[in-house]
């Protein structure tokens, strides 16, 4: 367990020591937080409406 902090403190201090090192993770941080949220649009927008009965009387669409 111990080795495994020294490698998270190590990854940190790499960080810490060179801008350009936090700027690519933060960068690729990002990226995958962009591309899951488009992901969940993407899954939204591609499923039928779903219209619950007692309202779904009242819409004049269905």
């Known amino acids: 367990m ?8 190590g990854f940190f201090s790499a960080l810490a020591q060179n801008p ?3 700027i690519l993770f933060a960068g690729g941080f990002a990226f ?3 591309f ?11 499923e039928d409406i779903f ?4 309202w779904g009387a009242n819409w004049k669409g269905r």
């Open 2 to 9: 111990a080795d495994l902090s020294s490698a998270i403190e």
């Open 20 to 22: 350009a090192y936090l």
């Open 32 to 34: 995958l937080i962009i």
């Open 36 to 46: 899951i949220l488009a992901r969940h649009i993407h899954k939204i927008r591609s």
């Open 51 to 54: 219209i619950h009965q007692a």
